[in-house]
């Protein structure tokens, strides 16, 4: 068996592309497609399906791409433990997140801290980012309200409140104080999608608290909530932490029980030891 090969499909695997599985391992384009092209001809298996846009794993290659993680997570992590001596000279970590705003400040440290470390980060919903740190396609990953789990290392980072989004016109953008929760029954609101982490905490709350906007949109990013707002579609709700400066609209306080949001930074327990997750962790602190 040859592990160049091996080594190749496992960076396609992970990165979806040729062209970054190339970048990952330093080698040309040609010469990773060529590698899966020796491995599937010598196994008589399709690994890939290769279509104008993207790559995709075939049954079998699914099933080689968890075995192969496996194998190559235990050499990079061998690789780590042996460069834990040379002070961080060199190294790459894998991160991801649930938003930028946490996130970015801590590789800005890591990257002062440590010039000769390369960054990849990751940016996707609460979901997707448990998901790539408990697959390991992630070091580190910055989460919110992530429930403990064996194997999970957790450390606190911050909270946030959620916030109403109105028009700069609106009312209640001149009230210092903000609003009642209670002030939002029967209010039309644009909200994000319901796995979001902000629309389930304000969800939450309101059904406490026995309030029933009435959702008009959902949608999938901040941004559209923005531009929704700004358009006077209806009222949103934003993470404290993940109010943008656009003279369109204005946040305000919310008033009420439970619309807090915690913030934490997680990685695998047996990996924590790892001097470049561990150095993160501190800086993190």
Known sequence: MNLFQLRAFDAVAREGSFTRAAARL?????????????LEEHYQIPLLRRTA???????????????????FGLVDEAQTLLEANRQLLTGRLEVAADGPHLVMPMIANLRARYPGITVNLRLGNA?????????EHADVAV???VQPRNGLHLQPLSESRICALVPAGHPWAQWPKGIR????????MVLREPSSITRRTFDDACREAKVQPKVLLELDSREAVTEAVAAEL?????SSMEVSPDPRVKAIAIQGDGLVNRHMLGCMERRRSLRLIQ?????AS
Do not use: C, W, Y
């Not at 209806?234 to 934003?238: A, D, E, Q, R």
């Open 53 to 71: 846009r993207r790559v995709e794993l075939t049954e079998e290659g699914t099933r080689l791409a968890a075995i192969t993680r496996a194998i």
């Open 279 to 283: 150095a993160f962790f501190e800086l």
């Open 143 to 145: 989460l919110t309200e």
């Open 26 to 38: 330093f080698i040309s384009q040609p010469a990773v497609t060529g590698h899966i092209k020796a």
């Open 181 to 188: 929760l209670d002030q939002l029954n029967d209010v039309i």
């Open 127 to 135: 979901q997707e980012t448990l998901a790539a740190l408990l697959s």
């Open 234 to 238: 209806g009222v949103g709700v934003v």
